[in-house]
């Protein structure tokens, strides 16, 4: 088991051959094209995937997880690693819950923080919302589930496994014990189906606003071009960890 402190009681457990495991969850996504560069973001042993750079943003709500029930917000960068493997860097990540927040930073480096996340159904439409501080939004993201999602489209945005990357970083104290790691690990998602056998997975119009720029969470840095492809799906899920694939 992977272990955060106080080892007495420590704010989360998580199985290192099962990984962090989800069931009962919905999320809407939305994948897009970027606009402007985005170099300065990325960390050395990744660049974008393509030209122009794509990314996406993802709102979630996990209705039970073996960190307990919370909600997720997170902007991402289509990367290219130093194996050829596609994935996704994960420059800023929000949860509602003090023990993924730990897990997600002390593990896999994802620079999560707290932050008030909505996910929530209204007339025909689904709406996610970041706010930080509680009151001040920085994100909305509104969907139309119109009708299936079909295709293979939804295999190359969200491959099985899907790899991900962030940067752990613990600071050193007077020189000492410092490190810097580039971490790849991966979502493993299982979308439902339903009494048809057909994936619960929707596609719809959709707009993402970043309705007050911060530069204490700068999310609008991954500047929205044209959105490719929004979704709404059903899904379990496995978080799990692969390797420290750089040192810096």
Known sequence: MLRGIPFDSPLYEV??????????????TAFFTIKGDVSEILPEGLKPYSDPPQGGVWISHY????LGEYREFISTIQVEDESGDMGY????????????????REIA???????????????????????????????????????RATGGLIDLVLPKPTYLYSVRHLPPIN?????????????????????????????GTASVSYDVPSSIDPVHK???????LAIYFQFDMKLGFMDIVRDY
């Open 63 to 66: 209705s039970f997880s073996t």
């Open 175 to 203: 020189g000492k014990g410092g490190v810097t790691q580039l971490v790849k690990w991966y979502a493993d998602i299982d979308f439902h189906t339903d009494p048809n056998g057909e994936k619960v997975v929707f596609a």
């Open 109 to 147: 480096g994802a620079p999560k923080k707290l932050a008030r996340i909505d996910l929530r159904k209204s007339y025909d439409v689904v709406q996610g919302i970041l706010e930080r501080p509680e009151g001040t939004r920085l994100v909305t993201f509104t969907m139309k589930p119109s009708a």
């Open 15 to 28: 199985d290192e051959e099962r990984g962090i495991e989800y069931r009962n969850c919905e999320a809407i």
């Open 222 to 228: 991954i500047e929205i071009d044209e959105v490719l």
């Open 89 to 104: 860097y994960i420059p800023y990540i929000y949860v509602t819950n003090d023990a993924a927040m730990a897990a997600g």
